[in-house]
């Protein structure tokens, strides 16, 4: 899974945060901004993702209001 794909598509719809690649090969991550954009990256995580991504399932969780953002930007952790 590229992240780079993920942080120029985070970029592009303006949400903030950050994605990882876990060791069990599943891409683990936290996703901030307004809830038409944030609903935006979720679709998008679903359904296109990278190039050579394959999805099978995706898992949203913890999903809340935020009265500020937590982050500046989109990164990928390592």
């Not at 399932?57 to 500020?68: M, P, V």
């Given at each position: 899974?590229?992240?780079?794909?993920?942080?120029?598509?985070?970029?592009?719809?303006?949400?903030?945060?950050?994605?990882?690649?876990?060791?069990?090969?599943?891409?683990?991550?936290?996703?901030?901004?307004?809830?038409?954009?944030?609903?935006?990256?979720?679709?998008?995580?679903?359904?296109?993702?990278?190039?050579?991504?394959?999805?099978?399932?995706?898992?949203?969780?913890?999903?809340?209001?935020?009265s500020k953002l937590d982050f500046s930007g989109f990164?990928?952790?390592?």
């Amino acid at each position: 899974f590229s992240n780079q794909y993920t942080e120029e598509e985070a970029r592009k719809l303006g949400v903030v945060g950050w994605v990882k690649n876990t060791s069990q090969g599943t891409v683990t991550g936290q996703v901030q901004g307004p809830e038409d954009k944030v609903n935006a990256m979720k679709s998008w995580l679903s359904k296109v993702g990278s190039p050579s991504s394959r999805i099978d399932r995706t898992n949203f969780s913890n999903e809340k209001e935020i009265s500020k953002l937590d982050f500046s930007g989109f990164s990928t952790r390592y």
